[in-house]
């Protein structure tokens, strides 16, 4: 097992209420390290309506999701969060010494005194090409996200899709693939103008191919595919010689591994008490969309709140003799250089 990354808090999911935790946390001197699946923060927020405003954040009348989310990384800078980005939180343990230890799908391995779920809607996961057998062939040559680019070099790929990643893998990978073959069920896609102009400019000048069609079937040994079917949209077949496969068809939300981690669920939502934001299980707490009690509504300015006192009792679970104080951030010195701010408050 490789050696835990010691930390005071994990939190999973980098989510809105996620990284607020960040800040609620830092003010109390509580590093964090945060694990999401998703290649970068903002949850909901950045994966599913980045451009989209939202109108009832308290204070910004109208602000998209990503800028939010912008917003919240630059707020939560001083506090140096840790991120281990594209990675599943698996399974959670506890250690001999009373912490929690946290293993994720790539194997890092944390430990802290305290978790937070801060998971949302669960994780996401990707949608699956419906492909017979495709499952055989996963990890191996098909692919749903790219972890390491390397991975590809000198590689003859074909990447199936019509929106952003699609289109994105296919313009990052091109320098550094044997060739790339991108289908598509359409000749129209549904991402950024800027790269559709530029998969196009690769189009046009040969360096990949583009077909229109589904792809059928799979062919390959213990994992390793050599060949793909593909019905063109003409309804005739063809085969292309293809080492890796990367299907881009979107992403779902499910519970996923939260569900075996051993604390009450109610409904794929975790139960808690809107004092302390804890789970059934001490030491474990839960915040945002993920929890449930009385009364609870699924919007960001609630994770907020519950992530501002949930902290205090995360403070006062990992030192249970320390004082806690409360205070301003206007007025108080010690937060001020905390977050750095102290010449400018002056
Ligand atoms: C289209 C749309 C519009 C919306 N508009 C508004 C609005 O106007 N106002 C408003 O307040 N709310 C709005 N919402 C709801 C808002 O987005 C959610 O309330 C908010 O995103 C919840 O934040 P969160 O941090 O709890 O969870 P999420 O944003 O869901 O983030 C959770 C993160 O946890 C990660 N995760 C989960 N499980 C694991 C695991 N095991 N390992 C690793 N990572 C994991 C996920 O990948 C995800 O990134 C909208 C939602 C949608 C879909």
């Known amino acids: 097992m490789s050696e835990a990354i010691q930390t005071d808090v994990i939190v999973i999911g980098a989510g809105p209420c996620g990284l607020f935790c960040v800040f609620e946390l830092g003010l109390l001197d509580m590093k964090c390290h945060l694990i999401d699946i998703l290649d970068r923060p903002g949850g909901q927020c950045a994966e599913l309506y980045p451009e989209k405003p939202i109108y009832d954040i308290p204070a910004w009348p109208i602000i998209t999701g990503q800028e939010l989310t912008d917003r919240l990384m630059e707020q939560i800078a001083p506090f140096a969060p840790q991120f281990h980005l594209q990675q599943m939180a698996e399974k959670i343990e506890k250690t001999d010494d009373g912490k929690w230890r ?36 996963e990890e191996k040559s098909v692919h749903y996200a ?47 103008a800027d790269s559709v102009n530029k998969m196009n400019t690769l189009r046009e000048s040969g360096a990949i191919d583009f077909i229109t069609g589904q792809v059928t079937q799979l062919h390959g040994d213990d994992g390793q595919l050599s060949k793909i079917s593909i019905k063109q949209a003409d309804k005739s077949m063809i085969e292309l010689n293809c080492d890796h496969l990367l299907p881009f068809f979107g992403l779902t939300m499910k519970l996923g591994p939260v569900a075996e981690f051993g604390i009450n669920l109610h409904e794929n939502l975790v139960p808690v008490d809107t004092e302390k934001f804890e789970t059934s299980t001490p030491g474990i707490f839960a915040v945002g969309d993920i929890n449930t009690y009385p009364g609870k509504l699924k919007l960001i300015l609630s994770g907020f709140h519950e992530a501002a006192l949930m902290s205090r009792q995360a403070f006062k679970y990992c030192y249970p003799d320390a004082r806690l104080k409360f205070e301003y951030t206007t007025s108080s010195t010690n937060l001020q250089n905390k977050l750095d701010v102290k010449e400018d408050a002056a």
Request: glycine residues 10%; hydrophobic residues 40%; proline residues 6%.
């Open 102 to 137: 946290l293993t994720t799908d790539t194997g890092t391995v944390l430990e802290a005194t305290c978790i937070i779920i801060a998971a949302g809607g669960g994780s996401f996961v990707p949608k699956k090409p419906p492909i017979p057998g495709i499952e055989a062939y």
């Open 146 to 192: 790219v972890r390491k680019m390397e991975k590809f070099r000198d590689q003859n790929l074909v990447i199936v899709g019509g929106g952003d990643s699609a289109l994105d893998w296919t313009i990052a990978l091109q320098p550094i693939a044997k060739h790339i073959t991108l289908v598509h069920r359409r000749d129209q896609f549904r991402a950024h």
